[in-house]
């Protein structure tokens, strides 16, 4: 099956800085990436549709300049955790689809997500 | 995406059939049921989806109501690693459309 990988699975943070966190589709392309926040034993948060090559889609309460989405190819989307505090530290999951929709389901694929702290 | 409605917790004995409820009852007739879950720190697995008829895949079978309104998600012989939060989401199939969460069924099976 389709595979998206997320970089890094775990990071670890001093207050104040920035991370930035990476999400590949492997083996297809991917005009549109959805980037989630997760807090312990809840569900998953949209935080932002990530469009190829234009601006991302922030969701209503989502920081867009505390949460920078770059969307450069067609393969990567990254995520930029700018000034980090410890409410940031979360689970960050991102997911896309396939551009051809292979295989034919409407399916996400979802990352394996990176679980962030800030000390 | 439409609302969904789904127990919080379910228990189910190792071997015996897990059947995972999920009201949508606002859902619009281009819209498909999809379910996916997501075993402990992972991301959310795909699992299984349909419009109107009952579906199986060699994870799971879908058993939607004739009006729509409701579905069943079966695992018909639960392991230990089906232990899980199993989240049921409609939204249309062919649209780049996002997919937001609802609370989902935390399954424990229990050996």
């Known amino acids: 099956g389709a595979v998206v990988s997320q970089h890094p699975s775990r990071v670890i943070c001093k207050s104040g800085t920035s991370v930035k966190i990476e999400c590949r589709s492997l083996d297809f392309q991917a005009t549109t990436m959805f980037w989630y926040r997760q807090f312990p034993k809840q569900s998953l948060m949209l935080m932002a549709t990530s469009n190829e090559g234009s601006k991302a889609t922030y969701e209503q309460g989502v920081e867009k300049d505390k949460f920078l989405i770059n969307h450069a190819s067609l393969t990567l989307s990254t995520l930029t955790v700018t000034s980090a505090h410890p409410e940031d530290s979360s689970f960050y999951i991102c997911s896309a689809r396939d551009l051809l929709d292979r295989p034919n389901t409407g399916e996400l694929f979802f990352g394996e997500g990176s679980r962030l702290t800030v000390l | 995406d439409a609302k969904t409605t789904q127990p919080p917790s379910m228990d189910c004995a190792e071997g015996r059939a897990a059947n995972l409820p999920c009201n949508h009852s606002?859902?619009?007739?281009?819209?498909?049921v999809y379910w996916y879950r997501q075993i402990h720190s992972q991301g959310p697995q795909y699992i299984i989806h349909g419009l109107k008829n009952n579906e199986t895949n060699e994870m799971a079978s879908l058993i939607i109501t004739e009006d729509r309104k409701s579905s069943t998600l079966i695992l018909p012989h639960a392991t230990l690693r089906d232990t899980a939060v199993y989240y049921c989401?409609?939204?249309?199939?062919?649209?780049?459309?996002?997919?937001?969460f609802g609370t989902g069924t935390k399954l424990q099976v229990i050996p």
């Open positions: 989401i409609v939204r249309p199939a062919q649209v780049y459309q996002k997919v937001t």
């Open positions: 606002t859902i619009s007739g281009n819209e498909y």
